[in-house]
């Protein structure tokens, strides 16, 4: 079975950087798109950013378009790099798994696109 875990969240302070990192076990992310996505209290899970199987090509949302960094490393790991956080950036951040093999990664901006997906981290920035 595959299990995806996030890790890296915490408490910064508008301005700061936090590096968000997505392990996948039970399986590989080989041939498959990667994404992200966050939640706030009381609003819907929402597209951060994704990465197709190649590496190769990325997407981000508007909202942190030149602020946010994601890559992936061999056939387990991808990670998030964030910076320049603002308190509106606040949420759980969720890494997920792509459901089909060599999707593009603008298909991949849609939620129904993943399959296999982690239990979150939570990210908190202070103003």
């Known amino acids: 079975q595959v299990q995806v875990v996030e890790s890296g969240g915490g408490l910064v302070q508008a301005g700061g950087s936090l590096r968000l990192s997505c392990a996948v076990s039970?399986?590989?992310?080989?041939?498959?798109?990667m994404g992200w996505f966050r939640q706030a209290p009381g609003k819907e899970r929402e597209f951060v950013a994704a990465i197709d199987w190649t590496g190769r090509a990325t997407t981000y949302a508007g909202v942190v378009q030149g602020r946010f960094t994601l890559s992936r490393e061999n056939d387990k790991m991808v990670f998030l790099q964030m910076n320049s956080l603002k308190p509106e950036d606040t949420a759980v951040y969720y890494c997920?798994?792509?459901?089909?093999?060599?999707?593009?990664?603008?298909?991949?901006?849609?939620?129904?696109?993943?399959?296999?997906w982690g239990q979150g981290t939570q990210v908190t920035v202070s103003s």
């Open positions: 997920a798994r792509g459901r089909t093999k060599f999707s593009t990664v603008q298909a991949m901006r849609s939620i129904t696109q993943y399959e296999y």
């Open positions: 039970g399986g590989t992310i080989t041939l498959y798109a």
